[in-house]
C-alpha cells in the first residue's frame, strides 16, 4: 500500500517517511503543495495521502479542494497534518475535503490507527466500485441477450418452415439445416451468457486485449438451483 | 376432427407471424394477441384452452396474464416462451401457473410437441 505524503519541513518529512516504511508502507513524497497537485493528478496516485496544511505556494486545504474536484473514480483518502487546532480550522479542514485531520505535535500510533480507519474505508470504497462494475456489465449483457434471443426465434421458425418446403436431397436443405444450427447455436451462447453472475477475463490476441471468457464464466451452478428450490417453499 | 385452436401473445410481429404459420403446417388454428390487455378480450368472446405467452409484454405482463387466465378459465393449459433465462423467472412462472418454459429462440418441434400434450390431456379431461 503506497501513500503520500506532503510536507514541506525537510526533517518531519524525513521522520514520516520512516516511520511509515517502518509500517510496512512505500512512501511517494513531496515537498510543496504543487509537487502533491501534480502526483494526485495521476490516476495510479496513492489513495492515502497525508497533506501538510501549512506549506508555501499551494496549501495542503487547497491540494485537498483540488483533488475533491477531479472527475476521478479513484479513491483518495486524505489526513491533514497541521499545527492548526482548533475547531474553526478542523471544520475548514473536514469542509475542504479532508477524511481526517491530525493536529501536529501528533502521536504516531494515533497517525497509524487514522491510517488503517482509512485503508478500510479505501477497501470498501474499491469494492463497492467493483460490484457496481460488476452489475452493470451483467445487466447490459442481460438486455443485449433478451434482445438477440427474439429474432433469434423468427430465424427458428423460418428456418423450419423452408425446410419442410426443401427435398432433403436438396443442396438448399443442407445449407438450410446448417443455417438453423448456428441459429442455436447463438441461442446457447445467449443462455450461456444469461446465466453469468460475475466474470473471468482472458486474453485476446497474444494479449493485447483482454475478453471475457463465457465458458469458465457461465459454468451452471447446481447448488444455487437447489437452494433456490428449497428456500422457495419446496 | 375438433378444431385445434391455440392462442399466441407476443408484442413482437415477426414473432406472431411465424407462429401463425408454422403452427398452422403443423394442423392447428392460430390467434395472434400483441398484448395481454388484447389477449384477455379475446379470451371473453371465445376462451382458447392452449396458450403461448411471452413474459415481456407491454402493460399487464405475461406472468399476470396466466394468473388471471388460470383464474377465469382454470382448464387453460399455458406456455411461457420468454427470452430472458432466469431461475427466478422459472420459479415465478411456475408459481403463475404454466405448464411449461421455454427459452428463445425454441425449436418449434418442441412447441408442437407441448401442443400436442396439451390437447391430449384436454381430451382426456372431457372424457372423464
Given amino acids: 500500500m503506497q501513500i503520500l505524503i506532503a510536507e514541506d519541513d525537510n526533517t518531519s518529512r524525513k521522520i514520516l517517511a520512516a516511520i511509515l516504511k517502518k509500517w510496512g508502507y512505500d512512501t511517494i513524497e513531496t515537498c510543496d503543495g504543487i509537487g502533491a497537485w501534480e502526483e494526485l493528478k495521476k490516476p495510479q496516485a496513492p489513495n492515502i495521502v497525508l497533506l501538510d496544511w501549512n506549506m508555501p505556494g499551494m496549501d495542503g ?3 485537498c479542494r483540488k483533488v475533491r474536484q477531479l472527475d476521478s473514480s479513484e479513491p483518495r483518502y486524505i489526513i491533514l497534518l497541521t499545527a492548526r487546532g482548533d475547531s474553526e480550522d478542523i471544520i475548514q479542514g473536514l469542509e475542504g475535503g479532508a477524511d481526517d485531520y491530525i493536529a501536529k505535535p501528533f502521536n504516531s500510533e494515533e497517525l497509524r490507527a487514522r491510517i488503517n480507519v482509512g485503508c478500510r474505508i479505501v477497501g470498501l470504497q474499491i469494492e463497492l466500485a467493483r460490484k457496481e462494475k460488476l452489475q452493470g456489465v451483467l445487466e447490459m449483457a442481460r438486455t443485449v441477450c433478451h434482445e438477440i434471443n427474439q429474432p433469434l426465434h423468427v430465424l427458428s421458425g423460418l428456418s423450419d418452415l423452408l425446410l419442410l418446403q426443401v427435398d432433403k436431397d436438396d443442396p438448399r436443405y443442407t445449407m438450410m439445416t446448417k443455417i438453423k444450427s448456428q441459429v442455436f447455436r447463438i441461442g446457447e451462447l ?14 485476446y490476441m497474444d494479449g493485447r486485449s483482454k475478453i471475457i471468457d463465457i465458458e469458465k464464466s457461465s459454468t451452471v451452478d447446481e447448488h444455487s438451483f437447489c437452494v433456490l428450490l428449497n428456500f422457495k417453499g419446496g | 376432427m ?12 415477426m414473432i406472431r407471424d411465424v407462429y401463425s404459420q408454422a403452427f398452422a403446417t403443423a394442423g392447428y388454428t392460430v390467434q395472434t394477441a400483441g398484448s395481454a390487455e388484447e389477449a384477455l378480450e379475446i379470451m371473453r368472446k371465445t376462451p382458447f384452452w392452449v396458450l403461448f405467452l411471452d413474459l415481456n409484454l407491454p402493460g399487464i405482463n405475461g406472468l399476470e396474464l396466466c394468473r388471471q387466465t388460470r383464474k377465469d378459465w382454470s382448464m387453460a393449459i399455458a406456455f411461457a416462451v420468454t427470452g430472458y433465462a432466469s431461475l427466478f423467472e422459472l420459479h415465478d412462472c411456475r408459481e403463475a401457473g404454466f405448464e411449461d418454459y421455454f427459452i428463445k429462440p425454441v425449436e418449434f418441434s418442441d412447441l408442437f410437441d407441448a401442443a400436442d400434450h396439451a390437447f391430449r390431456k384436454l381430451a382426456r379431461w372431457k372424457r372423464r
Fill in chain 1, 61 to 63: 486545504l487547497e491540494v
Fill in chain 1, 190 to 203: 445467449t443462455k450461456k451468457i444469461m446465466r453469468m453472475t460475475s466474470y473471468q477475463v482472458k486474453d
Fill in chain 2, 2 to 13: 375438433e378444431d385445434k385452436r391455440i392462442l399466441v401473445v407476443d408484442d413482437d410481429e
